[in-house]
């Protein structure tokens, strides 16, 4: 493979409670028959890192029709490359003000979320926790975890992440540290 890049596929909704129950060795299976090399997923979650020659968008309109052919359930596919999550871990806004990886997340999203109503949400009074947004990322610190967070109850009163996916900092940074091979 040419220009051989490492990225993750976030797939949203995989494994959570009883609903979409998705095998993470099955994942696997599916992502090298498409040809994807080095496959690798973490937690049960919908983490699938790979390398590839293609597209991130490519590949993620090839996982997300494979999918349901083979396993029967719809899922979107957010794909990240490895210098996109990379930044994501460097560009860490919330750093000075979280004390625990497992209460801090992000959201990524397809597309960045429009600019007024990104300025709403980032005008609000979320005490405890925080949140700030960087292109298709949100990021929010809910430091009495997401049961009691303004910060979960304002990304939902703006449905701004039920196009996203959500992983805490644990995951990303394991995310991270995985594509960096």
């Known amino acids: 493979m040419a220009d051989v890049e490492r990225q993750v596929a976030l797939l949203r909704g995989i494994n959570v409670g009883k609903a979409k129950q998705l095998p993470m060795e099955a994942l696997r299976a599916l992502a090298e028959e498409l040809g994807f090399a080095d496959v690798a997923t973490h937690l049960r979650s919908g983490n699938l890192v790979y390398a590839t020659d293609e597209?991130?968008?490519?590949?993620?309109?090839?996982?997300?029709?494979?999918?349901?052919?083979r396993f029967g359930l719809h899922s979107s596919v957010l794909v990240r490359t490895a210098t996109?999550?990379?930044?994501?871990?460097?560009?860490?806004?919330?750093r000075a003000v979280s004390a625990n990886d497992s209460r801090y997340h992000v959201v990524f999203l397809p597309e960045p979320p429009e600019a007024d109503g990104a300025a709403e949400l980032l005008a609000l009074d979320l005490a405890p926790d925080a949140l700030a947004i960087e292109g298709r990322e949100v990021y929010y610190w809910c430091p009495n975890g997401m049961s009691d967070s303004r910060a979960v109850d304002a990304l939902a009163a703006a449905k701004l992440a039920r196009h996203g996916t959500d992983r805490n900092w644990n995951t990303v940074a394991r995310l991270a540290q995985m594509l960096a091979g």
Not at 55 to 69: D, F, G, K, Y
Not at 84 to 94: F, G, N, S, T
């Open 84 to 94: 996109q999550i990379a930044a994501v871990v460097a560009h860490d806004p919330l």
């Open 55 to 69: 597209a991130s968008q490519v590949a993620a309109a090839r996982l997300e029709a494979a999918i349901p052919e």
